[in-house]
Structures are given as C-alpha cells and as structure tokens.
C-alpha cells in the first residue's frame, strides 16, 4: 500500500457555488424571546455566541468559553477595552512631519502622505480585529460605523478620528453618541454640515439624523409626512444644526483635526416641530443648541425600536415579524429606555437570551466579508509578523484588508449613507455577500491559507496544519477528528453521508487504520520528513475539502 500516493495529490471533489445559499426567508426563533438563556452549555453553542459577536474565534477561545460558562463569558464580552495604540508610519520616509515608526494622525498635512496614511490606517483596522480578544468591542465599532456612514472622506486624519470616536463610544450612550456624531468632523464633511448656514440652510443631515440614525421613517401618510416625522421638521432641524464646520486641510494644515461653531452662520430664529414631536419649540441655543435637538428627538420611543431593529439584523437574523417584533425587539427597546439609552443592557441581553440560542439562528447568517477575511487568520491562529518589522507587519494587515474591499465589504468606504446592502436590501440580505465575483475570491483565500500559502513582503502566511490539529482531542482517530473539525468549522451539525464524504476524501476507501498509523508514525518520529510530510498532506487535504464546503461561509 502506496501511502505517500495516497495523500500526495488531494483534491475536493465537491465545489461550493453561489447557488448553495439560499437560506430561508422567514423569521427564526420561534417563540422564544429575550428572557436568559437556561439550556444546555456546551461547544456549539459558545462557538455561535462568539463567532457572532467577535471576528473569528478561535478553539482555543471556544473551549475557554465552554470552561468560563455563558455568564463569564457575557462578562467577558461587554468588559471595557483599552484603546489600540494610534496608527504609525511603517516605511514611508518623505513625510516631513512624522518619521518612520511615528504616528501621523496629529501630524501636519502635505503634499503625497495621504496614499501612505491611509494605507496605515487600514493595517491598524485589521490590527485592532486581530487583537480583540474576547470582546464585542471591534463588532460594535464596526456595526457603529455601518450605521453612523461617513464615506469619500479624503484625510486619514479625519477618518482616524471618526473610528476613534466610534470605538471609544461602541459600549456607550447611543444619545450623548449621537450628539458627537452631529459634530464630528468626518460626519460634518460627509453630510454637508459645512454647507449649513443660516443663509442656506442644508437638509441632508437633518434628514439622515432622522431617516438612518435615529427614528426612521415609518409608512408614508400623505405627501411630506411619515409616521415618524414630516418633511418641515427636517428643515426645522436642519436650521438647529447651522453654524458648525470641519476644518479642512487647507485650513487646518498643522495637523489636529476639530470642528468648530460658527456663530454668525447659527439661526438664532425659533424652530417649531411637528405634533410628532409634541409641536416643541427650540428657542436660541447656540453652541449646544443641537444637543436640546437630540433630546427632543430621543424622547420618542420609536428611537428604542429602531436602533434594536438594526442591532438585531446585525447579530441575529433580518426577518423581523410581529412576534419577533413583540418578544425581542419591544423587550430590548423597552431596556434601552430604562437604562436611558445605554446600548450594553439591550445588546447583552440580545447575546443572553433564549431567542439568540434557539437552534435556527445558528449558521443562518453569511459570514461577511470582514469577518470571512480576517477570522480565516484567527480560526487558524495563524501567527503574523511582528513589530521587529513594521513595514512587513503593517502589509500583511493591509492586505487582510484588501481582501475584504475585494469580497466588497471596504471599512471606511461604505457605499452610501445607508451603510452595505446586505444589512437592509430587501429581500436578499445577506445573500449578496456571495455572488460571482466575491465566491472565487473566497475559495481562492481558502486554498492559498490552508494549501499553498500566500505570500507577503515575502513572508509565507498558511496554516501549521499538523499544530493545528493537534489542539483537538485526538487526531489519530479520522472519526473523532472529522467530528472536531465539523464543531469548529461549521455552525450546524452535518449529516454522516457527508463526513463520510470528508472521510473518503483523504482515505479513498481505504480502513481507517490507515489513517491511524500516518497520523503515530509521525508523531513517534517527528523529525522523519517522509513521515511528517505524509501527516502534513493528509491534514491539508482534509481541511481544505472541508472548508471548501457551503457551510462553512455561513455563521
């Protein structure tokens, strides 16, 4: 019997095609609602909690939850992180106002540094994911950023700042958020706050703040007027928000990025809402005027429902009927409310309760493209390189990043002001994750990660496929090991026929003994290259036909 030949030219014989998601279009969950979670603990379901609310956890990781129990791990999860330390300059050496391994983001702004900025800025994204622990803060930032959208915001400073301000309020006040929000540099830019003057007055933010960010529209009543609110109110508004710019290059060169008020360019005039917001005046308030605005906005309940909505087609799933409506979304609304719009008590009680561990919520979302791209390096604990080399550190992230604007999920760069498509484009939703373009490019990140290798700044970044299986219980054993690698890969449990099909992959019928002697002859003789490469080919195989599989783009 030719074992080499045997494991020397694996091949999947199965391909996953864009036609394999069609996931059900109907609300999940039952009748189960946000009341704590009581049943069983165990490995499946630690892996859904994280892999729902971190990028890519790895065994490790789900093994320590299963250990910790589901309320340390909440804890964990909702612990306060400290801040990542600021973006630097990996190599560019023409930047006159900050050095190589320096930071740039209070640095002053010249001609030819924004290509290199930017480009750190994105390696330092995918750093911050990298070392997230266990925690939903890096989740929460980036469901903050696909809600708050700021877009086409062309300094690196600014869009430090912006990601800066959500990551630090990712845990916090969803109103004194929205009140930063309003004045925050990036969103003043993005959204015309710089046109708004008393003279001329501009609408879009005032119409954004209500429409995206905080109540929404509701069924169209008659002309001009929603349910929520009507067309004078965003005007009304949008003279509250006058007087505000961002500073932009060429008036703020030095480097600190802000935004000032303006009171000359302020309506000092009374503004008079609709009846959907109790015809409330807002007399003169200069400078935090606009902060009496998000009050009075945040005095209508439909804000609780709104932001719960969002959150739960982030985390859980994007049907929402009238019973999901009644058992979680009002629950976690009414929460919000009597915890005066501190966005942990909802959230955690979303991730803790019997709804988000019913047994069809698990493996019904498409991983997006962020997660995909950057959990492929996690899951496997794929070590990076290091500090010693910055410029080798900081392209490895960035291309981790590429990876995911090519799988058209491009942090920073949403878009439009509705944030992706996948979040809310009816009736698809997540299912345009995957599509011809996007399904080839992850197959192809798959076979390079755990086959190949890819290589960067000529550094090989693949799996240890013998390390790695090495961390489950017992990898002599095919059966046992194709069970673990089923829990760790995949979301829901699979049919026999189709372990057996992973099973053949690699043994080609052949007994499962034979497995078994590969798998002892290296491990007695590690240092014998025949024997530890035949090892090496058989695990490759193995993962890579597993991974191949529909399920395993599904979390």
């Known amino acids: 019997m030719n074992r080499r030949s045997l494991f020397s030219a694996f091949a999947p014989k199965t391909k996953t095609s864009a036609q394999s998601f069609n996931i059900e279009q109907k609300a999940l969950g039952g009748g189960s609602g946000l ?33 910790d129990g589901l309320n340390v791990t909440i804890t964990k999860l909702f612990t306060p992180t400290s801040s990542p330390l600021p973006p630097l300059n990996p190599n560019y050496t023409a930047d006159p106002a900050c050095a190589v391994g320096q930071s740039w983001i209070n640095a002053a702004y010249s001609q030819g540094v924004d290509g290199y900025r ?30 708050y959208v700021t877009s086409d915001i062309n300094d690196p400073r600014a869009q430090y700042a912006n990601i800066k301000l959500y990551r630090e309020n990712a845990l916090g006040n969803f109103r004194e958020f929205t009140k930063l929000v309003t004045i925050d540099h990036a969103m003043l830019r993005f959204l015309n706050g710089n046109e708004n003057t008393k003279k001329a007055p501009n609408e879009n933010y005032a119409r954004e703040l209500l429409e995206l960010f905080t109540i929404g529209k509701g069924p ?9 609110y009507t067309e004078d109110d965003i005007l009304q508004m949008a003279k509250v928000l006058t007087g505000w710019k961002a500073q932009t290059i060429e008036g703020n060169p030095s480097g600190v990025i802000k935004s000032v008020f303006n009171s000359g360019n302020h ?10 917001f109790n015809s409330t005046q807002i007399t003169d308030g200069g400078v935090n005027e606009y ?31 009238a019973e999901i409506e009644a058992n979680v979304i009002q629950p976690m609304a009414d929460k919000l409310l009597q915890s005066n719009y501190d966005i942990v008590p909802a959230v955690r009680a979303l991730l803790n309760s019997e709804h988000f561990f019913n047994d069809e919520i698990g493996g019904c979302m498409i991983k997006p493209p962020i997660d995909y791209a950057t959990s492929m390096i996690k899951m496997f604990s794929i070590v990076m390189p290091d500090a010693s080399n910055l410029n080798k550190q900081y392209s490895a992230w960035r291309n981790i990043f590429n990876t995911s604007v090519a799988l058209q999920q491009f942090y920073l760069g ?47 970044i693949i799996v240890d496929a013998l390390n790695f299986v090495k961390q489950f219980d017992d990898p002599s054993d095919i059966n046992l090991l194709i069970d673990d690698l ?68 599904l979390q």
Not at 135 to 143: A, I, Q
Not at 416 to 440: A, E, M, R
Request: glycine letters at 6%; hydrophobic letters at 40%.
């Open 267 to 276: 309506d000092t005039t009374t503004k008079t809402l609709s009846p959907k």
């Open 414 to 460: 949403a878009p439009s002001v509705s944030g992706w498509t996948p979040y809310y484009q009816k009736p698809s939703y997540y299912q345009i994750w995957i599509n011809s373009v996007t399904l080839p490019i992850r197959i192809r990140l798959l076979e390079g990660i755990t086959t190949i290798g890819i290589t960067i700044q000529g550094t090989k």
């Open 118 to 147: 930017r480009n750190s800025l994105s390696g330092w994204l995918m750093s911050n994911i990298f070392s997230e622990g266990v925690s939903v803060t890096e989740k929460m930032t980036l469901f903050w950023y696909n809600h």
């Open 220 to 228: 169209l009543i008659a002309p001009g007027d929603y349910t929520n």
């Open 35 to 67: 009341s704590p979670y009581s049943g069983v603990w165990n490995y499946e379901k630690a892996k859904h909690l994280l892999s729902r609310a971190m990028f890519g956890p790895n065994h490790a990781q789900i093994k320590q939850s299963v250990a």
């Open 486 to 553: 089923v829990k760790f890969f995949y979301p829901r449990p699979i049919a026999q026929v189709q372990k057996d099909f992973f099973k053949n992959s690699i043994l080609g019928g052949l007994p499962d003994f034979v497995w078994t002697q590969v798998w002892t002859d290296y491990i007695n003789f590690p240092n014998d290259i025949s024997k530890k490469t035949l090892a090496e080919n058989g695990v490759r195989g193995l993962l890579y036909v597993m991974v191949d599989q529909s399920e395993f783009q």
């Open 291 to 321: 902060k009496t605005l998000i009050d009075i906005i945040f005095q209508q309940p439909e804000v609780a429902r709104f932001i719960s909505r969002k959150l739960y087609r982030y985390f859980v799933y994007y049907v929402i009927d």
